[in-house]
């Protein structure tokens, strides 16, 4: 029995193994066959999340141009350097290295890293130069990856700054006409599918699941030439009388295109940090002011349009104040006996107020309604005020003699220009526009006839003997209107002023509204609209209209002006003694 015992070992022994490489063989084949068949979608999940990746191609921003086709804001290509934090803590010893790479503490790194340990993506550096985020990844530290992305740039910085606006880190617009156009300028992210190796490089485009659309450039109705000299006048407008702050509009009368649109000081859109917050509103729109004399025209025309005055009709000032309950309203001289065209060159309160008692309530109010006064323009700018312009039931027995001149109602200077365009432009006005070709409501809101009388009687204000004679330009009828609005304080007025101009070139066929605002000009360096706002309406005004050629109407004095100087002849020789056979008369 024992050899037979012997002989069945190795049969038993090869049994037994052949059985476990059987029972092996069966556990490959039907673990291959559950991955294959059943578990084939979980497996290719797990290994997609760890090397396939879905990614957002970049867009770029619409580019934001001026009338003339120039670039005021556009988008420039930047890197962002991104973690996955789970990686990088997995490999925390090489955590140091990008700290210091990305010039980051160490120790608020290791926070933020161990805040998100639980997340597969993490900024940590936005909007870097190419080149530096390339160096930070070519480092090699594991789950460390950058993306492209684009960063708002303005060539114009300081002179565009509170109309065009800024965007934020994502390239969406958060302030200016950035805002108002954010849908027309952003664009389309598109989305695709690749393979990252265990270091983050691509090494295959799987899919494209979304093509990228790049946003629409916009076009503004901005000339950014005007927008130069507008910017360069105020600013050194502000300086040399000391002023708190300066605003300037432009306007095309005929179209109701913004030309220029400026406020000082400003800021650098570029830098995102160290920005006072007082320096980013566009004041033009966002900052309400009482208009002063700037008002006086509108309330000659109210009189004239109802037919309760002429331009011949006659008003006696003197002595140079009228009662106002148990106030005055006062001028700054006693000019005796005006006519109507007199109350707006010498900017008489006694008159205006004399004029405006011949209007009701409610047809004043009415006027100033038609004009704008008391509602939006409907610019649509992101924060425009609507003023203030009470209705008749709120007035005190005071309201309307104080608002004939300008007092007890306040507008932004974009709804002054708006409302002196409309005076220029026959009467008619048009919604004022930021897009070149914009076409925004117009509707006539005075009688073509009066228009012109009013606009006539404004040209005196320029002319010897008004209050503007710094307005006038060359060779150009200007018609205009100064403004010194006392400032409001402490539920009374101070000695500190608003100073204003406010008017239209060329009278005979007005082709630009402008209003400059020099805010709390320093009293001792003078303080009133023809002596600190007119000098920088009329530099802006010369040079818009030759830049854009607009024929003057004044041809005698522009000839005049381009005359030659007669040539100097020389000095007669001074004889000592007559010459022979010349007689002298004693």
Known sequence: MRPASRASQPRARLVWIVGVLLMCGTVVVARAAYMQLWAEDKLQAAGDERFLREVTIATT????TDRNGEPLAVSSPVESVWVNPKEVMADGKRVPELAKALDIPLESLTRKLAQKKDKQFMYLRRHMNPDDAKAVVDLGIHGVYSSREFRRFYPHR????QLIGTTNLDEHGVEGLEKVFDEWLTGTPGKQKIIRDRRGRIVENIDLIRLAENGKDLVLSIDRRIQYLAYSELKQGVIDTRAKAGTAVVLDVRTGEVLAMVSYPSFNPNARSGVRPETRRNKAVTDVVEPGSTMKPLTVAAALEAGKITPETIFNTNPGWIPNGKYRTTDTHNYGVLDTTGVIRKS???????IVHRLTNQDFYDFMRRFGYGASTGSG??????GFLPPPPLWSGTSKQTMSYGYGLSVTPLQLAHAYAALGNDGRAITPTFVKG???ESKQVLDPKVAHEIVKMMQTVTEPGGTATQAAVRGYHVAGKTGTARLADGGGYSRRYNAFFAGVVPVDNPRFSMVVVLQDPDPSLGYTGGVVSAPVFKNVMEGSLRLLDVPPDNIEQW???????PASLPAPAIAQSPPPDTEVFQ
């Open 61 to 64: 921003r619409g580019m934001i």
């Open 158 to 161: 300081e002179v565009m700054a």
């Open 348 to 354: 008489s309160n006694v008159g205006a107020a004399m």
């Open 381 to 386: 700018f992101p924060g425009e005020s609507p």
């Open 438 to 440: 914009g076409k925004g």
């Open 559 to 565: 000839y005049a002006a381009r005359a030659p100087a």
